[in-house]
């Protein structure tokens, strides 16, 4: 199985400011992404972070207001991006690793929960 | 039509009691998953199933790929089950998951 730090696990934040959030496997993973979880709806996938390259946006969401850095094979952040009210959501992040663990388990993190005032 | 219904909602029961949670899907999957989220916001996973049916101490999942369902039971229920059980879905080779909307379980004393 695999451990997932993320950080931080809740923040209260300005509306036009930004926030990184940080998630950290205790082994190397193919797969990570990076959910939205807004009040009393399900999990959305925002995008897929790619080792060394750019990330795979999903429809509805942008580079520019989810920036996504993955350095490495255990280490992945999200930035929201001038926030806004509607921006107040669980942020989850997630690794799955075919060749490694049992099938396509997935592993998440504790979730982030952001409150934009 | 969301891809991944889940029945109920909400839940509550007493203690003690048998659970059942149920989920219909509508797209070709190559697993399903059952995770567990609770009021801080963390996913725990419980099961991925292919096929058949699997067992984790009071815990039961089963699926059939024929129906597109699948369905979660926990026995002798207990209060710290309470949480947000979602159904997810896995298809194709991107490893993507559609998730459920999750059904809401308070275990009573």
């Known amino acids: 199985s695999a451990v997932i730090s993320q950080k931080p696990s809740r923040d209260i934040c300005q509306r036009g400011t930004s926030l990184t959030i940080q998630c950290q496997v205790d082994s190397q993973v193919t797969m990570m992404f990076w959910y939205r979880q807004q009040p009393g709806q399900s999990l959305t996938l925002i995008a897929t972070a790619n080792q060394g390259s750019e990330a795979t946006y999903e429809s509805g969401f942008v580079i520019d207001k989810f920036p996504i850095s993955r350095p490495n094979l255990t280490f992945s952040t999200l930035t929201v991006s001038n926030m806004s009210p509607e921006d107040s959501s669980i942020y989850l992040c997630?690794?799955?690793?075919?060749?490694?663990?049992?099938?396509?388990?997935?592993?998440f993190g504790q979730g982030t929960r952001l409150t934009v005032v | 039509k969301n891809e991944v219904e889940q029945s109920p909602q909400n839940l509550t029961a007493q203690e003690g009691e048998f659970i059942t949670i149920n989920c219909s899907y509508s797209v070709g999957i190559s697993a399903l998953h059952w995770l567990q989220q609770h009021p801080g916001g963390g996913i725990v996973s419980l099961f991925m199933l292919s096929s058949g049916k699997k067992k984790h101490g009071r815990l039961i999942a089963t699926i059939n790929i024929q129906e597109k369902h699948s369905s979660l039971h926990i026995t002798a229920s207990h209060p710290r089950d309470s949480a947000v059980y979602i159904c997810a879905v896995e298809g194709g080779a991107t490893n993507k998951l559609i998730f459920g909307t999750g059904t809401l379980l308070a275990v009573q004393p």
């Open positions: 997630s690794a799955s690793d075919p060749g490694v663990f049992r099938n396509t388990e997935a592993f």
